[in-house]
């Protein structure tokens, strides 16, 4: 009996071996206990056109505070959101009888401003009244940082931030009820915003450029800015150290740079569904032609309907007599493609 039961045993131990080291784990579980790495992302990756036609903008108008009136146009005081930011802006509505559909409507983006100095109700009135008086819905928006609008001015040509700003203004303005079709206008600084916005959404049926800079990147490698009014950021600031870690990451712009060739808006022209229309004096001391001139050689390579107008005087605010040529050309633009 005692070696009948000593057999049992001994087999009682070699079957539970055999069932451990035969059992499979189920699928369900098995999974739950591997870590799967996901992919490490780029740094600085939120610079890019994809990440910027990836993302998701989404805004709505603010309250707005009447601060003006005239027979031809209101313009109103309101703000939106943009990456949970408040965004100030001034919207000029045209007085009258509305289109069917709406009217046609731009967001304004101005010019390098030293963000402490910038005021809403400041700079670009004669343009907001030039459009306005045409029937256009204006909204000049007050990029983030600038006057009372939240967060920091993070600059143009190496920050995602005045793009985010600028497409989360057209859905703010496209939430309304008084607008059909939605274009973009920029003036220098923002010719680079409205280029790269315009890469991030190729739905947007027109733009405008005046004295814009900064569109290939190796423009600006080649031209450079000539501005007196540019007040560079404080060392101890975010926007700052930001960009001493981007050169830190991916050095300066470099053509056959893998990271590079995403910043720059030029090489994603091809799915662009809209029209731009470029202004530049030839006698601009800030911003060479050039940019222009060289953006419009791209264009040439593309199927996007496109015209630059030169001036012969004029400055970089594009003034004078070539103020209203340019206006004129500016407005029948819009008229015809929003």
Request: glycine share 8%; proline share 5%.
């Amino acid at each position: 009996m005692r070696f009948a039961a000593i057999l049992i045993f001994i087999g009682l131990i070699f079957g539970t071996i055999f069932l451990l080291k035969n059992y499979k784990v189920p699928q369900s579980i098995e999974q739950s206990f591997v870590f799967k790495a996901s992919p490490t992302p780029t740094p600085f990756y939120e610079m890019t056109i994809p990440y910027l036609r990836s993302r998701e903008y989404k805004s709505n108008l603010g309250e707005l505070e009447k601060i003006s009136e005239n027979g031809s146009y209101t313009s109103y005081l309101t703000s939106y959101t943009s990456d949970g930011l408040k965004i100030n802006g001034l919207l000029t509505k045209p007085k009258g009888d509305m289109p069917e559909g709406g009217f046609p409507a731009i967001v304004f983006i101005h010019g390098y401003i030293p963000p402490t100095l910038y005021k809403t109700t400041e700079k670009y009135i004669d343009h907001v009244d030039f459009l306005a008086r045409n029937g256009i819905v204006v909204f000049k928006i007050d990029l983030r940082g600038h006057g009372d609008s939240e967060g920091e001015g993070g600059g143009a040509y190496y920050s995602p931030d005045y793009i985010i700003d600028a497409l989360s203004a057209l859905s703010a303005l496209d939430s309304s009820d008084f607008v059909n079709k939605i274009g973009l206008w920029g003036h220098s600084m923002a010719g680079n915003v409205v280029l790269r916005s315009f890469a991030s959404k190729p739905e947007i049926p027109a733009v405008v450029i005046w004295a814009g800079a900064v569109y290939s990147y190796e423009d600006f490698v080649k031209y450079r800015l000539s501005d007196n009014s540019y007040r560079p950021p404080e060392l101890s600031s975010q926007r700052q150290k930001r960009r001493q870690e981007l050169f830190s990451v991916h050095g300066e712009f470099n053509k056959d740079n893998a990271f590079w060739k995403q910043v720059a808006p030029t090489n994603y022209l091809g799915d662009i569904k809209g029209a731009i229309q470029l202004h530049h004096a030839i006698d601009d001391d800030v911003v060479n032609i050039g940019y222009s001139r060289d953006l419009m050689k791209i264009l040439d390579q593309t199927k996007i309907p496109h015209e630059l107008f030169e001036y012969p005087n004029g400055g970089h605010n594009i003034s004078g007599l070539s103020f209203t040529q340019a206006m004129q050309k500016t407005v029948e633009f819009f008229k015809n493609t929003l």
